[in-house]
């Protein structure tokens, strides 16, 4: 069964850090880009950082760069999200997606990550 679970979501400080993680079964995430998406209360679904398959790039929103870093762990079969910094604003469902070309693509159910004092 093909899947896609993140977590590693929860409430923290601001300045605080979060490692998210998206784990895949039923194929392998190495094949596919994977995306990190979030979501906040009356807001549309955001881009916020991307590597490519076989980590061929990684690209982040401007909002997240120097903050957030993106990586994959092909033994686990899963990509991860390190939140450093985290701001009032990265408050949001977090998602992730894999892409490959031909197959379409796969989302998670989201991971709730809320940033307060």
């Known amino acids: 069964q093909v899947q896609l679970v993140e977590s590693g979501g929860g409430l923290v400080q601001p300045g605080g850090s979060l490692r998210l993680s998206c784990a895949a079964s039923g194929f392998t995430l190495d094949y596919y880009a994977i995306g990190w998406f979030r979501q906040a209360p009356g807001k549309e679904r955001e881009g916020v950082s991307c590597?490519?398959?076989?980590?061929?790039?990684?690209r982040y929103a401007d909002s997240v760069k120097g903050r957030f870093t993106i990586s994959r762990d092909n033994a686990k079969n899963t990509v991860y999200l390190q939140m450093n910094s985290l701001k009032s604003e990265d408050t949001a469902v977090y998602y992730c997606r894999a892409y490959r070309t031909g197959v379409g693509y796969y989302w998670g159910q989201g991971t709730q990550v809320t940033v307060s004092s």
């Open positions: 590597i490519g398959a076989s980590d061929s790039y990684t």
